[in-house]
Nanobody, 115 residues
């Protein structure tokens, strides 16, 4: 059993910053990729950013240059630093971890950007 717990969401004005964190716990042997996804009501969940165990990163075009993903393999944590936030970044953000091909999800954290 693997649990992912997110923190750091909230309300921020456009142009502001937020930092999301996710901690994995439980039966963790080897986490491959970790990432952040977001989902608006009635829409599909979409990738925001991902990072492999080796540190290779991938970003959605809409967040490149504004968001930075990082992880601490020793602590099984992943972070998303979000800057220059826009109203369209408002969503529920979900942490994701891939362990041996099985994907686990956090419960989600709300990010609201007021314009």
């Amino acid at each position: 059993q693997v649990q992912l717990v997110e923190s750091g969401g909230g309300l921020v004005q456009a142009g502001g910053s937020l930092r999301l964190s996710c901690a994995a716990s439980g039966s963790i042997f080897n986490i491959n990729a970790m990432g952040w996804y977001r989902q608006a009501p009635g829409k599909q969940r979409e990738l925001v950013a991902s990072i492999t165990s080796g540190g290779s990163t991938n970003y959605a075009d809409s967040v490149k240059g504004r968001f930075t993903i990082s992880r601490d393999n020793a602590k099984n944590t992943v972070h998303l630093q979000m800057k220059s936030l826009k109203a369209e970044d408002t969503d529920v953000y979900y942490c994701n971890a891939d362990l041996g091909g099985i994907r686990y999800w956090g419960q989600g954290t709300q990010v609201t950007v007021s314009s």
